[in-house]
């Protein structure tokens, strides 16, 4: 979901309001768009999407809203996630102090300043509907009651959003609470003094790195091998373990403040909320590096952040989810609110992670109640923001005089809030990497950014990480790196760029191999071919300028057809060999000579029909060209892998017919069992009612080899006489001498 | 095959046949692509040879192509754009 790009927002506005029944419309729109006459309903659409450009009109309707609801929009505006589930929108304005949390949500929803996102609601209207057709939305509670699979999901572009940052939250500076009423239930309250003398040198602040190292091993794992599925969205046991044990995504972070519960699965979910794992077939296969990893640390990291209201396969309470969809998952909005607390803090002022979750726990109405067994009320604040949003660099962490942990929010934290400018996050150390002659390289973390990060993943495995991490360059890896488009001189580049060392001639050597060998065989999957007349004709496409490789006097390939101008070209036939072969073959009478209609034919049928049968003169004859079956051409073909089962099958897909038998017999000649030739004599009897009795009477049919035809009885000689004394005792002379 | 026995005039169109999402694999020489050949797993993916170098692979098959080139030990360079 590109949460970044506001034509992304207005055209899924756009589709939106086209959903919407024309009485809705009009009624949204005489909130929004404030239209003076009957306009038509295209025209209010467009007139809406245009006044989500137009700050002003939009700074207007927004004093035109209760501060609930302003706030609403102000609490999506600093959570830069435009889409939210509206059970979190309606638990935020609960915990914020709203008897009915649905009405701000409801306003927004019929001021058009909030859209339903319908691909999880109604079904979308087909192109070809009615406008009024019965799918489209009559009301928004008549939404509310069919939720799509994923919830009820509804976002805002975030031209609104943003301009509603900067609404009162009212929420309590915790530090004050601290100091005069301390902390009930689980929190002790603190002694010590709350804006504690800090020594600048205890203050700790991540360097922002860790998730992305963490997602980049992650990556390079899912791209050795793919993780499989099961149909409940967890993974089968052998996947399962892999994870669990993983060595590197579980070990404890390089600057450690506190566990994380289920690393590796955390891990997992956001790299699928980033795009870099993809489900392919129930397989997590590996997808594309996150384009912001190569802007800079502070994309990357808000790129993250974006994700942490769509995070719900994990959370701090119970880790990994095991891949069951849960019925409600408070924790995006429980997030999004500790975070806000933090952004009320005075400058310079703490506090413990305990302090926060007393006040969600009495403000958040999914923890307000006991209901629940085993019981929700157990802490899991210090997980989250010790563990998780200190390794995003959200927060910032001391150790106060008791010992303990207080946070409090960071430059970054501050700027994703929307409530400080863009912090430089970036590295003056570019030198920060040692290549060895051993092929490993050593990293020194402070003067990795985002992009290197990237470009590292890409050429070589990652095996530590740590306040010095190594890697290790492999042919594997390196072909990878060659295969996502780098080269050997940008490896070397970069390796050069960022190198505390020249590199050993050893790696070079090693890189420089591997890239030519890679340079031996190329594959085109799905290639245009162009076949020419004659040389000369190929030779004037290419002096034209045509993007081709040249595979033989007549024959040039492109990999994509997009690149070739067709005005300099007459086309003489298509063949596309993603469709069916066509039927271009007729067997003869023989069973074994082929004629193949070269005015439908094709490469494949030219280039397979040689490996099993042979040519028969020299130039083709009224436009067919023949070829026969012989014992040495199948022969030649079993040799290279043709099969019977293969032989039947291209006979019936080029022509039409099944394997001849006379065909089948080359084929498996020498396969089965070996022929005999035997002597008998042929008993022929006067009528078939004759000869159905000598079968069927016991003692004449044991004496009988087969029944040759209607009226004719192979005999096996040393049964002749035999048979003879048979049929007399049955009142027949067997008349003939076999001597 | 394509036959067409009127050369084309200086700017004139040239008749072409246009044979599209075709699997080819090109090898560097004619020895290598003998390699490939003689490969059993290889050979029922590979339909035959459209010059000495170039083998026309069977459609929808090129993944396994590529895997069992890998298993070889080549580094096949993928060109699909």
Same mark, same amino acid.
């Given at each position: 979901?590109?949460?970044?790009?506001?034509?992304?927002?207005?055209?899924?506005?756009?589709?939106?309001?086209?959903?919407?029944?024309?009485?809705?419309?009009?009624? @949204?729109?005489?909130?929004?768009?404030?239209?003076?006459?009957?306009?038509?309903?295209?025209?209010?659409?467009?007139?809406?999407?245009?006044?989500?450009?137009?700050?002003?009109?939009?700074?207007?309707?927004?004093?035109?809203?209760?501060?609930?609801?302003?706030?609403?929009?102000?609490?999506?505006?600093?959570?830069?996630?435009?889409?939210?589930?509206?059970?979190?929108?309606?638990?935020?304005?609960?915990?914020?102090?709203?008897?009915?949390?649905?009405?701000?949500?409801?306003?927004?929803?019929?001021?058009?300043?909030?859209?339903?996102?319908?691909?999880?609601?109604?079904?979308?209207?087909?192109?070809?509907?009615?406008?009024?057709?019965?799918?489209?939305?009559?009301?928004?509670?008549?939404?509310?009651?069919?939720?799509?699979?994923?919830?009820?999901?509804?976002?805002?572009?975030?031209?609104?959003?943003?301009?509603?940052?900067?609404?009162?939250?009212?929420?309590?500076?915790?530090?004050?609470?601290?100091?005069?009423?301390?902390?009930?239930?689980?929190?002790?309250?603190?002694?010590?003094?709350?804006?504690?003398?800090?020594?600048?040198?205890?203050?700790?602040?991540?360097?922002?790195?860790?998730?992305?190292?963490?997602?980049?091993?992650?990556?390079?794992?899912?791209?050795?091998?793919?993780?499989?599925?099961?149909?409940?969205?967890?993974?089968?046991?052998?996947?399962?373990?892999?994870?669990?044990?993983?060595?590197?995504?579980?070990?404890?972070?390089?600057?450690?403040?506190?566990?994380?519960?289920?690393?590796?699965?955390?891990?997992?979910?956001?790299?699928?909320?980033?795009?870099?794992?993809?489900?392919?077939?129930?397989?997590?296969?590996?997808?594309?590096?996150?384009?912001?990893?190569?802007?800079?640390?502070?994309?990357?990291?808000?790129?993250?952040?974006?994700?942490?209201?769509?995070?719900?396969?994990?959370?701090?309470?119970?880790?990994?989810?095991?891949?069951?969809?849960?019925?409600?998952?408070?924790?995006?909005?429980?997030?999004?609110?500790?975070?806000?607390?933090?952004?009320?803090?005075?400058?310079?002022?703490?506090?413990?992670?305990?302090?926060?979750?007393?006040?969600?726990?009495?403000?958040?109405?999914?923890?307000?109640?006991?209901?629940?067994?085993?019981?929700?009320?157990?802490?899991?604040?210090?997980?989250?923001?010790?563990?998780?949003?200190?390794?995003?660099?959200? @927060?910032?962490?001391?150790?106060?005089?008791?010992?303990?942990?207080?946070?409090?929010?960071?430059?970054?934290?501050?700027?994703?809030?929307?409530?400080?400018?863009?912090?430089?996050?970036?590295?003056?150390?570019?030198?920060?990497?040692?290549?060895?002659?051993?092929?490993?390289?050593?990293?020194?973390?402070?003067?990795?950014?985002?992009?290197?990060?990237?470009?590292?993943?890409?050429?070589?495995?990652?095996?530590?990480?740590?306040?010095?991490?190594?890697?290790?360059?492999?042919?594997?890896?390196?072909?990878?790196?060659?295969?996502?488009?780098?080269?050997?001189?940008?490896?070397?580049?970069?390796?050069?760029?960022?190198?505390?060392?020249?590199?050993?001639?050893?790696?070079?050597?090693?890189?420089?191999?591997?890239?030519?060998?890679?340079?031996?065989?190329?594959?085109?999957?799905?290639?245009?071919?162009?076949?020419?007349?004659?040389?000369?004709?190929?030779?004037?496409?290419?002096?034209?300028?045509?993007?081709?490789?040249?595979?033989?006097?007549?024959?040039?390939?492109?990999?994509?057809?997009?690149?070739?101008?067709?005005?300099?070209?007459?086309?003489?036939?298509?063949?596309?060999?993603?469709?069916?072969?066509?039927?271009?073959?007729?067997?003869?009478?023989?069973?074994?000579?082929?004629?193949?209609?070269?005015?439908?034919?094709?490469?494949?049928?030219?280039?397979?029909?040689?490996?099993?049968?042979?040519?028969?003169?020299?130039?083709?004859?009224?436009?067919?060209?023949?070829?026969?079956?012989?014992?040495?051409?199948?022969?030649?073909?079993?040799?290279?892998?043709?099969?019977?089962?293969?032989?039947?099958?291209?006979?019936?897909?080029?022509?039409?017919?099944?394997?001849?038998?006379?065909?089948?017999?080359?084929?498996?000649?020498?396969?089965?069992?070996?022929?005999?030739?035997?002597?008998?004599?042929?008993?022929?009897?006067?009528?078939?009612?004759?000869?159905?009795?000598?079968?069927?009477?016991?003692?004449?049919?044991?004496?009988?080899?087969?029944?040759?035809?209607?009226?004719?009885?192979?005999?096996?000689?040393?049964?002749?006489?035999?048979?003879?004394?048979?049929?007399?005792?049955?009142?027949?002379?067997?008349?003939?001498?076999?001597? | 095959?394509?036959?067409?026995?009127?050369?084309?005039?200086?700017?004139?169109?040239?008749?072409?046949?246009?044979?599209?999402?075709?699997?080819?694999?090109?090898?560097?020489?004619?020895?290598?692509?003998?390699?490939?050949?003689?490969?059993?797993?290889?050979?029922?993916?590979?339909?035959?040879?459209?010059?000495?170098?170039?083998?026309?692979?069977?459609?929808?098959?090129?993944?396994?192509?590529?895997?069992?080139?890998?298993?070889?030990?080549?580094?096949?360079?993928?060109?699909?754009?």
């Amino acid at each position: 979901m590109p949460v970044v790009d506001p034509a992304f927002w207005s055209n899924l506005q756009r589709q939106t309001l086209e959903c919407y029944d024309e009485p809705l419309l009009r009624q @949204v729109a005489a909130r929004l768009v404030k239209p003076r006459n009957q306009w038509p309903v295209e025209d209010l659409i467009e007139r809406g999407v245009a006044i989500t450009d137009n700050p002003v009109v939009i700074d207007r309707r927004l004093q035109e809203l209760t501060p609930a609801a302003r706030q609403v929009l102000a609490l999506i505006g600093h959570s830069r996630q435009p889409c939210w589930n509206l059970g979190n929108l309606v638990e935020m304005t609960i915990a914020l102090g709203q008897s009915d949390g649905l009405l701000p949500v409801l306003a927004l929803l019929e001021a058009g300043l909030l859209y339903p996102r319908l691909e999880c609601g109604l079904p979308t209207p087909r192109a070809d509907s009615p406008r009024g057709a019965s799918t489209k939305i009559k009301s928004f509670e008549q939404w509310m009651a069919v939720p799509g699979p994923l919830g009820l999901l509804v976002f805002t572009p975030p031209q609104i959003a943003v301009r509603a940052i900067g609404e009162d939250f009212g929420l309590p500076d915790l530090s004050e609470s601290e100091r005069t009423a301390g902390v009930s239930g689980l929190v002790q309250a603190p002694t010590s003094p709350l804006t504690p003398a800090v020594r600048p040198a205890s203050i700790r602040e991540a360097d922002g790195l860790e998730w992305l190292l963490r997602l980049a091993v992650l990556w390079q794992q899912v791209a050795d091998a793919a993780l499989r599925r099961t149909q409940q969205g967890g993974f089968f046991k052998r996947d399962f373990e892999r994870l669990q044990q993983d060595a590197l995504l579980n070990a404890p972070p390089a600057d450690h403040l506190t566990d994380v519960p289920d690393m590796a699965f955390l891990i997992i979910v956001l790299a699928e909320l980033e795009g870099m794992v993809e489900e392919v077939e129930g397989e997590l296969r590996s997808g594309s590096l996150p384009s912001s990893w190569e802007k800079n640390v502070a994309a990357a990291l808000e790129s993250l952040w974006v994700d942490l209201p769509r995070l719900s396969q994990w959370n701090p309470l119970d880790g990994w989810r095991g891949g069951e969809t849960p019925a409600g998952n408070p924790f995006p909005s429980a997030y999004l609110l500790a975070f806000l607390l933090l952004a009320r803090l005075p400058e310079d002022a703490w506090v413990r992670p305990d302090a926060v979750q007393t006040w969600i726990f009495e403000q958040h109405p999914y923890w307000t109640s006991e209901s629940l067994r085993p019981s929700r009320q157990r802490p899991w604040m210090e997980t989250f923001l010790l563990g998780m949003a200190y390794q995003l660099r959200l @927060v910032q962490a001391m150790r106060d005089e008791d010992s303990v942990w207080r946070v409090r929010l960071s430059p970054t934290g501050r700027w994703l809030l929307g409530l400080g400018e863009t912090p430089n996050l970036e590295t003056v150390h570019t030198q920060t990497l040692l290549v060895q002659p051993n092929l490993q390289i050593l990293a020194y973390r402070q003067g990795l950014t985002s992009s290197l990060i990237a470009r590292l993943t890409q050429f070589a495995a990652w095996e530590n990480l740590g306040a010095a991490c190594t890697l290790q360059l492999q042919p594997e890896t390196v072909y990878r790196a060659l295969e996502a488009g780098q080269s050997f001189d940008s490896i070397r580049l970069t390796l050069e760029q960022h190198g505390t060392r020249s590199m050993p001639p050893a790696v070079l050597d090693s890189l420089r191999t591997w890239s030519n060998k890679r340079d031996r065989i190329t594959v085109y999957p799905s290639a245009t071919l162009l076949e020419f007349g004659s040389a000369e004709d190929l030779n004037e496409a290419l002096a034209r300028g045509l993007p081709a490789v040249r595979l033989s006097d007549r024959l040039a390939v492109v990999a994509s057809e997009e690149t070739i101008e067709f005005r300099h070209f007459r086309l003489a036939g298509t063949r596309d060999y993603a469709l069916p072969p066509e039927k271009c073959v007729s067997v003869e009478a023989d069973g074994v000579t082929l004629s193949v209609d070269l005015a439908r034919s094709d490469l494949m049928l030219e280039t397979e029909v040689p490996r099993f049968a042979e040519l028969i003169g020299g130039s083709p004859a009224n436009g067919r060209r023949q070829y026969r079956l012989t014992p040495e051409s199948l022969s030649a073909g079993r040799s290279v892998g043709m099969t019977l089962t293969a032989l039947e099958t291209w006979f019936l897909q080029r022509a039409g017919q099944s394997l001849p038998p006379a065909a089948r017999l080359l084929m498996t000649a020498g396969q089965g069992e070996a022929p005999q030739l035997r002597r008998h004599l042929v008993l022929h009897v006067t009528d078939e009612e004759l000869a159905d009795g000598l079968m069927q009477w016991p003692q004449t049919r044991e004496l009988i080899a087969e029944r040759l035809g209607p009226t004719a009885l192979a005999v096996a000689e040393e049964n002749a006489e035999m048979l003879r004394e048979r049929l007399r005792e049955a009142g027949i002379t067997l008349v003939g001498d076999p001597e | 095959m394509l036959n067409d026995p009127v050369r084309p005039a200086a700017g004139a169109r040239i008749p072409v046949k246009l044979h599209r999402r075709v699997c080819l694999v090109q090898t560097e020489d004619a020895v290598l692509a003998e390699e490939l050949m003689a490969r059993k797993k290889l050979a029922q993916d590979i339909v035959g040879r459209l010059t000495d170098r170039v083998l026309l692979v069977r459609p929808g098959r090129v993944e396994s192509v590529v895997q069992e080139l890998q298993k070889m030990g080549h580094t096949p360079q993928v060109r699909s754009q």
